[in-house]
């Protein structure tokens, strides 16, 4: 129990509590602690979303798998992220992708009505749960504004600046795959590295496989709006 609540104390969802405030909330509630071999599904595309989840241990991908066998990761989830929390609440509660542990993985659940108890039992706790609804809704709005530029290298570069100003540094450390990041934008892999040297073959930028240096911002502003 002591390791579980140690780990809950650097999770978002119980931010600003000691683990005593933690061990005395979660011991009036229940709670179901899972663990997953690699490679099995945690949950299916279309299944009910009844509880949130809490990664413990371990690294989730959330994958769209199409009926050719194709599948795409859609992101990747690690200890102390959270998944669900917007789907447990919705009129339609069902996975929209498929979840796949894609290492060994340890998660805790909690179902909607024990999150209702949580929050009413505790304020920040119902702070800390609304932050992390508007911070989906902020990533969803991101999206929605990516979608409308038409051009890859738009999305490119909205992307760069977007995260230049998440990070408040000209050095973006990437967080995703260039995989994972392509998905994140809908365009093909080879498309995204063909901006990425071209963006560089202008002495816009400079990057590795780790992180991406802006040499000069008003150049790339001037190109999203090219």
Excluded at 26 to 55: D, F
Excluded at 90 to 102: E, G, L
Excluded at 160 to 180: A, F, G, P, R
Aim: aromatic share 8%.
């Amino acid at each position: 129990m002591e390791d579980v609540i140690n780990k809950l104390k650097e999770n978002q969802f119980f931010n600003g509590l000691e683990s005593q405030d933690i061990r005395n909330v979660i011991s009036n509630i229940r709670y179901s602690l899972k663990c997953y071999e690699k490679g099995e599904v945690i949950a299916s595309e279309e299944e009910e979303c009844n509880s949130l989840g809490i990664i413990l241990d371990g690294i989730v991908e959330i994958q769209k798998i199409y009926s050719s066998g194709k599948c795409i990761v859609l992101k990747r989830l690690a200890n102390n992220d959270v998944f669900g929390e917007a789907l447990v609440f919705s009129n339609k509660s069902t996975y929209p992708s498929t979840v796949m542990a894609f290492n060994n993985c340890k998660i805790i659940y909690i179902k909607k009505e024990d999150i209702i108890k949580l929050c009413l039992k505790e304020e920040k706790i119902l702070e800390n749960f609304m932050a992390l609804l508007s911070n989906k809704v902020l990533m969803l709005n991101s999206k929605i504004k990516n979608i409308s530029f038409k051009s890859v290298k738009h999305k490119v570069i909205n992307f760069i600046l977007e995260q230049m100003k998440e990070q408040e540094s000209e050095v973006i450390n990437l967080k995703e795959s260039k995989e994972e990041i392509s998905s994140i934008l809908g365009i093909p892999r080879p498309s995204l590295s063909r901006e990425l040297m071209s963006l560089r073959d202008m002495n816009y930028i400079e990057f590795n496989r780790n992180t991406i240096k802006i040499l000069n911002i008003e150049q790339l502003e001037e190109e999203l709006f090219d």
